[in-house]
């Protein structure tokens, strides 16, 4: 198997020298990084690209979708805040790694994909891992997964046009969601917070997702 074992020197010296990048960016809570250093990166990339595994960068999967950059699922985290018994609703599954690393964080972990043969794969990286706070669900990320609701924190790894109104409703009191809001091609990383009083937004700042296919994103071409 080309995968190495967790614990491959140099899958170690190259995924703390990601952290170190990482830190350079601006994250500096030591629960996020600890769990940058428990998940390892190359165990949810397809072979051909694990190479790159390590790099602070977007990585191709298939099926159109990427990995996210770390640093930026680093200030996801980071800016959400997970709490140990938080119960967190993440939208684009994608590789799994985003998942797992909330899983470190998180009480329970609800992620749903709609490509189904990513969701398979993430599956099966993330068994391999042994997490037992972990659902996953193949469908339309747009409309949320209402059965488990509500949620503490909610992450969209994906650019909608607007922020799903079914996503909102499905926040706790005090909950947080992190969406890339804008076109097809260049978004704004946006905080929305559901107060005793009403909602709030927060611009984070610019970034580049994938679309946000569904319901309520953009429709397939």
Same mark, same amino acid.
């Not at 994906?158 to 079914?166: E, K, L, R």
């Given at each position: 198997?080309?995968?190495?074992?967790?614990?491959?020197?140099?899958?170690?010296?190259?995924?703390?020298?990601?952290?170190?990048?990482?830190?350079?960016?601006?994250?500096?809570?030591?629960?996020?990084?600890?769990?940058?250093?428990?998940?390892?990166?190359?165990?949810?990339?397809?072979?051909?690209?694990?190479?790159?595994?390590?790099?602070?960068?977007?990585?191709?999967?298939?099926?159109?979708?990427?990995?996210?950059?770390?640093?930026?699922?680093?200030?996801?985290?980071?800016?959400?805040?997970?709490? *140990?018994? %938080?119960?967190? $609703?993440?939208?684009?599954?994608?590789?799994?790694?985003?998942? /797992? +690393?909330?899983?470190? #964080? @998180?009480?329970?972990?609800?992620?749903?994909?709609?490509?189904?043969?990513?969701?398979?794969?993430?599956?099966?990286?993330?068994?391999?891992?042994?997490?037992?706070?972990?659902?996953?669900?193949?469908?339309?990320?747009?409309?949320?997964?209402?059965?488990?609701? *509500?949620? %503490?924190?909610? $992450?969209?790894?994906?650019?909608?046009?607007?922020?799903?109104? /079914? +996503?909102?409703?499905? #926040? @706790?009191?005090?909950?947080?969601?992190?969406?890339?809001?804008?076109?097809?091609?260049?978004?704004?990383?946006?905080?929305?917070?559901?107060?005793?009083?009403?909602?709030?937004?927060?611009?984070?700042?610019?970034?580049?997702?994938?679309?946000?296919?569904?319901?309520?994103?953009?429709?397939?071409?």
């Amino acid at each position: 198997m080309a995968v190495d074992t967790l614990n491959d020197s140099r899958w170690l010296r190259q995924r703390r020298a990601l952290i170190e990048a990482i830190q350079e960016k601006g994250i500096h809570k030591l629960e996020v990084l600890r769990a940058f250093d428990l998940v390892p990166r190359h165990l949810f990339l397809p072979e051909s690209v694990q190479h790159r595994s390590y790099e602070d960068a977007a990585i191709p999967i298939g099926f159109g979708q990427t990995a996210s950059q770390p640093s930026i699922q680093a200030l996801y985290i980071q800016t959400l805040g997970i709490e *140990p018994n %938080d119960r967190v $609703l993440e939208i684009g599954t994608g590789s799994g790694y985003q998942t /797992a +690393l909330l899983a470190h #964080l @998180a009480g329970h972990v609800y992620s749903i994909e709609r490509v189904r043969e990513l969701s398979m794969r993430a599956r099966t990286a993330l068994d391999r891992m042994r997490f037992s706070n972990i659902a996953l669900l193949v469908g339309d990320g747009t409309i949320g997964w209402s059965k488990y609701a *509500p949620y %503490d924190a909610i $992450l969209v790894a994906a650019g909608s046009p607007t922020v799903p109104q /079914a +996503l909102v409703d499905q #926040l @706790a009191v005090n909950g947080r969601m992190l969406i890339p809001v804008g076109t097809r091609d260049e978004q704004v990383l946006t905080l929305v917070r559901r107060t005793p009083h009403g909602i709030e937004t927060e611009a984070i700042g610019g970034c580049v997702f994938v679309p946000l296919l569904g319901r309520f994103g953009w429709p397939e071409r």
